[in-house]
């Protein structure tokens, strides 16, 4: 079953429609299609039409819609014969990021990202994307490795933010962040990083320095989620709609910006609706970035990265 958000219940309620007469026609008794056609014209009409307006704290649902497709998704269908590679060497496996070798059209590459999990069980294995100090630990040996062997990296972000428990603060979750930038804005590979749901504060940027960052439409990218933004500046849940707004959290906002330097589309509708044909034009996109940066001189390459982000906002 199709799951709907909030806004789309006028949406889900003729998608609805439409299925019931469906079952009905199956049945042979009574010829509907002529109205299932006309239903159908509708339900594209109105989809068009809420997904060409969609509001900040709209595409925020939409960012985190379950169904999206997560890293696990994108490594299966675009990533050949991938060896995952697990822990820090210090302390721990974190499982809410991954990361490993493959083979990218072609092309050997390093793979690091936020792993969500689906379904119960699967959010609590991977603590919903938010990593600890030995997740960051580890895309720092991982994004090392591949300096040493000169592959490029890429890195999948969707993480509501750092885990803000007692025990990773109690590990250095800000020393681990804060290292894991200054290893990407470090190493002499090509670095492409994709936003493909939420980029949520230092729990993002810290894989997301990279050389060309892309963002998904309707993904969101922030220095902190929307709840919690209304909850410092109005001590106040229900303005999560008013700080998604204020934050300029939408990747049109952020290109416009400067802080990412492409929007990758979604089909009609959102990601989650065809997961299959989102995750063929991060592939696009991605080897496009990457045909661009294999072959520039490494150490113009580091400095150039690191330009990018000290001069981020001054023409503003």
């Avoid at 060309?212 to 909850?231: D, F, Q, T």
Wanted: net charge neutral; charged share 30%; hydrophobic share 45%.
């Amino acid at each position: 079953m199709r799951v709907y958000l909030d806004f789309e219940k006028p949406l889900a309620e003729l998608e609805n429609s439409i299925r019931e007469l469906e079952r009905t026609a199956e049945g042979g008794t009574v010829n509907v299609a002529e109205e299932i056609g006309r239903l159908r014209a509708k339900a594209d009409a109105m989809l068009r039409a809420t997904y060409g307006k969609l509001e900040p704290w709209q595409k925020t649902q939409v960012a985190r819609h379950q169904d999206r497709p997560h890293f696990h998704d994108y490594v299966d269908a675009l990533v050949e014969d991938f060896v995952p590679l697990a822990g820090d060497r210090l302390f721990a496996d974190d499982r809410a990021i991954l990361g490993g070798i493959g083979r990218f059209q072609g092309r050997s590459v390093v793979v690091v990202g936020h792993a969500k999990g689906r379904g119960t069980d699967g959010r609590l294995k991977h603590n919903f994307g938010m990593a600890r100090p030995e997740g960051y630990r580890k895309a720092i040996r991982l994004m090392r490795l591949a300096d040493r062997f000169r592959l490029p990296v890429v890195t999948l972000i969707d993480t509501p933010g750092a885990y803000p428990g007692i025990d990773a603060e109690a590990r250095g979750q800000a020393e681990a962040i804060a290292r894991a930038i200054d290893c990407c804005l470090d190493i002499r590979v090509p670095l492409v990083a994709v936003v493909v749901g939420e980029g949520g504060s230092g729990g993002a940027v810290a894989i997301g320095a990279a050389d060309r960052v892309l963002m998904l439409e309707h993904a969101i990218y922030s220095v902190a989620s929307p709840e919690a933004c209304a909850s410092i500046l109005w001590h106040a849940s229900d303005k999560a709609r008013d700080a998604a707004e204020a934050l300029k959290v939408t990747a049109a906002d952020l290109l416009r910006l400067g802080v990412i330097d492409e929007v990758v589309p979604e089909p009609l509708g959102g990601a989650h609706r065809a997961p299959d044909e989102m995750i063929a034009r991060v592939g696009e996109a991605v080897d496009r970035c990457l045909a661009g940066l294999v072959g520039q001189e490494a150490e113009a390459l580091r400095e150039g990265r690191r330009r990018k982000f000290i001069d981020m906002g001054r023409s503003l």
